[in-house]
Structure formats: structure tokens, C-alpha cells
């Protein structure tokens, strides 16, 4: 095409554009490929920013604030980026790019459909030799040539097809139709992802919950920052109830160095068992930890932080017997307690971390393991209730805080770290939204995009003219050429080895060659 005729046709398409309606043309804009990607990166650089700076309703947002200089608490506030995601500009983006995915799939869709409902079983001399893959090859013509093509396509995975035309003879193969569908499967997952993230945010709310194990209780605490660029920020917190009663069984923090501190650093894992009691559906058992959240009739549990001040899970006790000098270990679990073979009873009443004396009575310098010690109620076999103190560190004789007690000399011998509480955050999403979005529309998306990308509609034509003694094979793939293209060359040399006679071939690289068989 010369440059006059391009430059032509050129100003003939903005000629016609220019004289479509104003609504149709605005349509035609909304429904643009290039419009949706420009939304989407618009839409990923806000969910970029939402997870950077952090939001008014996560926990610690009010130090966060703190840290933050004047200048950047004016312009984060000033944007709304301190709640990216209900801000109307966010909502909107998801919106108009819904919209977006919505008319560009009406657009297209007739086209692709015609893919699969109406094959193209038979194409032109002139159209298949526009193809990017095609071979010419000269050779004898025969009954039985068109049933031998079919078997090689088929031999190669390919639904083949043979369609009679007078002197013509078309053979037509495919692969992967439902592959042109892929489209719109995404298109389906984004718009899943869009509305359950939307009908999470809309109708539900996050909340904390603190838990030491042995509390028991049927409110979480909703946490509201209210930030106002001239007086400052502003928390609210108040009581929720819920439909039902939680108690905390158990909590244990899996360390990297057991000997080391229990700061983040030094973690592999939470875990806090809970048990609930609901009225209307009995007692259920569960286990959060850092990635498996628990989901209870529109609640999801998560693991959100802890409260760092040192404790114990698992206690190994060393008691000394006055009586004769004996040892005896024993294990004693936060909360528990355990029998010696006297009839003695042990139980566990407290932890400190750095124990110290204020005022008479004990208490924890820190919440660093720097003096630990337990604790004891301890009931004798005739029924006298005492208190017994086991440090982990060694006593001089004579302390009176570390005396015997009911006739046996306390000592902690070891113990299983763990902090005094964890914090659980509690999404509540009474619809299921974000279930809806991150299964169905996430996971949808994800495997939508694999069989969009790692297989392909691949379609193969062979032209039989018997009047010329002449096969023309093209073939068409929509994705993967680099593979296609080896796959092309299997198929076309296999059907070059069943003719006969000298044979000469033209191919789509411009060579010439001859071809002898036999």
C-alpha cells in the first residue's frame, strides 16, 4: 500500500468517526482496551498506596499518625489516602472500570463466539496464502489423499474435518476453541473480585479483640480514628456484642531461637485456640494462626499482633522434698494444675517476667525475661490453701520469699515462652464479600489467566485442488507461536512424507526446494 492510499484511508476512518453521534462515539471510548488497562494501572497504583501508608482502621494507625510529619499527615489527609478504599474517587475507579469490562465484552464477544459456533471449515487460495504459516505443495492428487491429512491432524491432538467443494477439497483441523473464551472468563473473575470487595467494604467492619487464655467474652472492640487536618485525630472505641461467646483456651508463639526474645524477629508462627459457645449452634474449636484465619458465620478471625509482655505456656517445675532430700519434676500448664503422689495439688496462679516487690507485693519490672518467676496456689492433703514462688534464676538460702512450702522447695526450672495476650482482628462480612472475592473472583482470576496464557485455539486448513495437483496447509494459532511454529513444521512434514513424485515446495520463508519421496 503506497503512502497516498495509507494516508487516505486514514483520514477516511477519522472522517467516519467524526460523524458518529456524541453517545456512540462516548461508547466507543468506555469500551476501549486501552481506556480499562489505563483504569487498571490507575486502580493498582491506589491499592499500591492504600497497603504502603497505612489505614485509619488498622490497629496502631494512631502512632503511625504520630510518626508522621505535618506536611505528610496535610497531604495524605488532603487526598484521603489514610482510607483509600472507601473513598469515592477508589469506588468510582472500580465503577467505571466495571463498566469498562462490561462493554468491551459485549463488543467483542459475537466475534469470538463465532469461533466456536461456526468454524471456519473452508477458506480461499488467496486467504490461506496470507496466513503466517502456509506451505504449497505440488503432487499428485488422489481419492484417499484428504483421509490421510485428517489422520496426520488427528495424530497431533487436532479435531479434524473433511468438507467436499467440486474440485476442492478442504480438510480443516482444531484445537483449544474454548481457549477464545478465556476473555471473558477473566473479564467475569475481575468483575467477581470488584463486587465482593465492594459488598465486603460496604456492609462490614473491622474490629480487635484481645484474648489471655482462661478470658471469656461476647464483645469485640470497634476501633474508630476520626481525622480532622485542623484539630488533630481523635479515637473512639466501643463495645460490639456478639451473637455468641468466646474463650480463649490457648495461645503459643512458635520461636526461632526458644532461648531468644519473643520479638517479632525471633517468630515463625501465632497460635491462639478458641473455643465458642453459640446458642444456636453449639460449641465449635478453632485455631488461628498468622496464615489460616478462621471464618465463623460471617466472622474471620485473624492473627493481628500481641501483647509482648513476657509469659509462660509450659512451666517444668524442680521441687525439692524437705523431708528427704528428693527431686521430682512436674509440668504445669498456664491455667493448670497437677497432683504430686502426696495428694499435694499445684496450680498455676501468675507469671512475671522480671519479678519484683512494689510495695509488698509482686509485680513485673518489664516484660523482659530478665527475672522470671511463677506463682503457685498450693493445696496441701489436708486442705490447707498456700502460695508458693518458683524463680527461674537461683536464690541465696534464706530469702523468705523463696522458703519451702508445704514441705517442698520450689524452682522453675524451664519454661516454654510466650507473650501475655494475643490480639485477634475480626473482619465481619455478613455477605460473605470478601470470601466471594478472593475465592471465586481471585482464584477465578488466577486460573482464568493460566488457561488464557499456557494454551491456544490452534487451527490448520489444508487445500486440496486436484485440477492444479496442488496441497496448500496453513495454519492459525491466537498465542504461543514460538511452540506453534515447530508444531506447524511436524505436521507439514509429515504430509509432505505421504505424497508422491517429485515435489516442488514453496514455504512461508520464501525457500524453494525439491522434495523427493520414495
Same mark, same amino acid.
Given at each position: 500500500?503506497?503512502?497516498?492510499?495509507?494516508?487516505?484511508?486514514?483520514?477516511?476512518?477519522?472522517?467516519?468517526? +467524526?460523524?458518529?453521534?456524541?453517545?456512540?462515539?462516548?461508547?466507543?471510548?468506555?469500551?476501549?482496551?486501552?481506556?480499562?488497562?489505563?483504569?487498571?494501572?490507575?486502580?493498582?497504583?491506589?491499592?499500591?498506596?492504600?497497603?504502603?501508608?497505612?489505614?485509619?482502621?488498622?490497629?496502631?494507625?494512631?502512632?503511625?499518625?504520630?510518626?508522621?510529619?505535618?506536611?505528610?499527615?496535610?497531604?495524605?489527609?488532603?487526598?484521603?489516602?489514610?482510607?483509600?478504599?472507601?473513598?469515592?474517587?477508589?469506588?468510582?475507579?472500580? @465503577?467505571?472500570?466495571?463498566?469498562?469490562?462490561?462493554?468491551?465484552?459485549?463488543?467483542?464477544?459475537?466475534?469470538?463466539?463465532?469461533?466456536?459456533?461456526?468454524?471456519?471449515?473452508?477458506?480461499?487460495?488467496?486467504?490461506?496464502? +496470507?496466513?503466517?504459516?502456509?506451505?504449497?505443495?505440488?503432487?499428485?492428487?488422489?481419492?484417499?489423499?484428504?483421509?490421510?491429512?485428517?489422520?496426520?491432524?488427528?495424530?497431533?491432538?487436532?479435531?479434524? +474435518?473433511?468438507?467436499?467443494?467440486?474440485?476442492?477439497?478442504?480438510?480443516?483441523?482444531?484445537?483449544?476453541?474454548?481457549?477464545?473464551?478465556?476473555?471473558?472468563?477473566?473479564?467475569?473473575?475481575?468483575?467477581?473480585?470488584?463486587?465482593?470487595?465492594?459488598?465486603?467494604?460496604?456492609?462490614? &467492619?473491622?474490629?480487635?479483640?484481645?484474648?489471655?487464655?482462661?478470658?471469656?467474652?461476647?464483645?469485640?472492640?470497634?476501633?474508630?480514628?476520626?481525622?480532622?487536618?485542623?484539630?488533630? @485525630?481523635?479515637?473512639?472505641?466501643?463495645?460490639?456484642?456478639?451473637?455468641?461467646?468466646?474463650?480463649?483456651?490457648? #495461645?503459643?508463639?512458635?520461636?526461632?531461637?526458644?532461648?531468644?526474645?519473643?520479638?517479632?524477629?525471633?517468630? #515463625?508462627?501465632?497460635?491462639?485456640?478458641?473455643?465458642?459457645?453459640?446458642?444456636?449452634?453449639?460449641?465449635?474449636?478453632?485455631?488461628?494462626?498468622?496464615?489460616?484465619?478462621?471464618?465463623?458465620?460471617? /466472622?474471620?478471625?485473624?492473627?493481628?499482633?500481641?501483647?509482648?509482655?513476657?509469659?509462660?505456656?509450659?512451666?517444668?517445675?524442680?521441687?525439692?522434698?524437705?523431708?528427704?532430700?528428693?527431686?521430682?519434676?512436674?509440668?504445669?500448664?498456664?491455667?493448670? &494444675?497437677?497432683?504430686?503422689?502426696?495428694?499435694?495439688?499445684?496450680?498455676?496462679?501468675?507469671?512475671?517476667?522480671?519479678?519484683?516487690?512494689?510495695?509488698?507485693?509482686?509485680?513485673?519490672?518489664?516484660?523482659? /525475661?530478665?527475672?522470671?518467676?511463677?506463682?503457685?496456689?498450693?493445696?496441701?492433703?489436708?486442705?490447707?490453701?498456700?502460695?508458693?514462688?518458683?524463680? &527461674?534464676?537461683?536464690?541465696?538460702?534464706?530469702?523468705?520469699?523463696?522458703?519451702?512450702?508445704?514441705?517442698?522447695?520450689?524452682?522453675?526450672?524451664?519454661?516454654?515462652?510466650?507473650?501475655?495476650?494475643?490480639?485477634?482482628?475480626?473482619?465481619?462480612?455478613?455477605?460473605?464479600?470478601?470470601?466471594?472475592?478472593?475465592?471465586?473472583?481471585?482464584?477465578?482470576?488466577?486460573?482464568?489467566?493460566?488457561?488464557?496464557?499456557?494454551?491456544?485455539?490452534?487451527?490448520?486448513?489444508?487445500?486440496?485442488?486436484?485440477?492444479?495437483?496442488?496441497?496448500?496447509?496453513?495454519?492459525?494459532?491466537?498465542?504461543?507461536?514460538?511452540?506453534?511454529?515447530?508444531?506447524?513444521?511436524?505436521?507439514?512434514?509429515?504430509?509432505?512424507? #505421504?505424497?508422491?513424485?517429485?515435489?516442488?515446495?514453496?514455504?512461508?520463508?520464501?525457500?524453494?526446494?525439491?522434495?523427493?519421496?520414495?
Amino acid at each position: 500500500m503506497s503512502p497516498e492510499t495509507t494516508k487516505t484511508a486514514t483520514k477516511t476512518a477519522i472522517s467516519l468517526a +467524526k460523524g458518529k453521534p456524541l453517545w456512540e462515539r462516548a461508547l466507543d471510548f468506555l469500551s476501549s482496551v486501552r481506556f480499562g488497562i489505563f483504569l487498571l494501572c490507575l486502580l493498582v497504583v491506589l491499592s499500591f498506596l492504600g497497603m504502603v501508608i497505612m489505614q485509619k482502621n488498622v490497629q496502631g494507625f494512631d502512632t503511625y499518625f504520630a510518626s508522621l510529619t505535618p506536611a505528610e499527615r496535610w497531604l495524605f489527609g488532603t487526598l484521603g489516602l489514610f482510607d483509600v478504599y472507601h473513598s469515592w474517587y477508589y469506588n468510582f475507579l472500580l @465503577l467505571i472500570l466495571s463498566l469498562n469490562i462490561i462493554l468491551a465484552s459485549i463488543d467483542r464477544f459475537p466475534k469470538a463466539w463465532s469461533y466456536i459456533v461456526k468454524p471456519k471449515l473452508e477458506a480461499t487460495r488467496a486467504w490461506l496464502l +496470507k496466513q503466517r504459516y502456509k506451505e504449497i505443495l505440488k503432487t499428485v492428487s488422489n481419492d484417499s489423499l484428504a483421509e490421510a491429512i485428517k489422520a496426520i491432524f488427528e495424530e497431533n491432538g487436532l479435531k479434524a +474435518k473433511i468438507t467436499e467443494r467440486g474440485p476442492r477439497t478442504y480438510v480443516f483441523a482444531e484445537k483449544g476453541k474454548w481457549n477464545r473464551m478465556g476473555a471473558y472468563i477473566v473479564h467475569l473473575a475481575l468483575l467477581i473480585l470488584f463486587l465482593g470487595h465492594f459488598v465486603s467494604l460496604q456492609t462490614g &467492619f473491622d474490629a480487635d479483640v484481645r484474648l489471655i487464655p482462661g478470658q471469656t467474652t461476647n464483645q469485640i472492640q470497634l476501633i474508630e480514628f476520626n481525622l480532622d487536618l485542623e484539630k488533630g @485525630l481523635s479515637v473512639e472505641r466501643y463495645n460490639v456484642d456478639l451473637p455468641f461467646t468466646i474463650t480463649c483456651t490457648d #495461645i503459643e508463639q512458635k520461636l526461632i531461637d526458644p532461648k531468644g526474645s519473643i520479638d517479632i524477629n525471633n517468630t #515463625i508462627d501465632w497460635r491462639t485456640q478458641i473455643r465458642i459457645d453459640d446458642p444456636e449452634y453449639g460449641t465449635t474449636i478453632a485455631d488461628i494462626q498468622l496464615n489460616k484465619p478462621f471464618s465463623y458465620r460471617g /466472622y474471620r478471625f485473624f492473627q493481628a499482633s500481641a501483647i509482648t509482655v513476657g509469659n509462660a505456656r509450659k512451666m517444668t517445675l524442680e521441687l525439692t522434698s524437705q523431708k528427704d532430700g528428693s527431686v521430682t519434676e512436674v509440668l504445669l500448664e498456664r491455667n493448670g &494444675f497437677t497432683s504430686l503422689p502426696d495428694g499435694t495439688v499445684i496450680e498455676y496462679d501468675s507469671f512475671y517476667p522480671d519479678f519484683v516487690l512494689s510495695n509488698g507485693q509482686p509485680d513485673t519490672r518489664s516484660g523482659e /525475661y530478665n527475672n522470671p518467676a511463677v506463682r503457685l496456689n498450693v493445696l496441701t492433703p489436708e486442705g490447707e490453701r498456700k502460695i508458693a514462688y518458683a524463680f &527461674f534464676n537461683r536464690l541465696p538460702d534464706g530469702i523468705p520469699i523463696g522458703a519451702p512450702v508445704a514441705g517442698y522447695k520450689f524452682r522453675l526450672k524451664d519454661f516454654e515462652k510466650v507473650p501475655l495476650a494475643h490480639v485477634l482482628s475480626i473482619k465481619y462480612d455478613p455477605y460473605h464479600g470478601a470470601f466471594i472475592a478472593w475465592y471465586f473472583g481471585g482464584f477465578g482470576l488466577l486460573a482464568s489467566l493460566a488457561f488464557v496464557f499456557f494454551f491456544s485455539h490452534q487451527r490448520f486448513w489444508a487445500l486440496i485442488e486436484k485440477s492444479k495437483d496442488e496441497i496448500i496447509i496453513a495454519a492459525d494459532t491466537n498465542r504461543n507461536h514460538v511452540s506453534f511454529e515447530e508444531k506447524f513444521k511436524k505436521i507439514a512434514s509429515k504430509i509432505k512424507e #505421504i505424497t508422491k513424485g517429485e515435489n516442488y515446495v514453496t514455504s512461508d520463508f520464501g525457500e524453494k526446494r525439491n522434495h523427493f519421496d520414495g
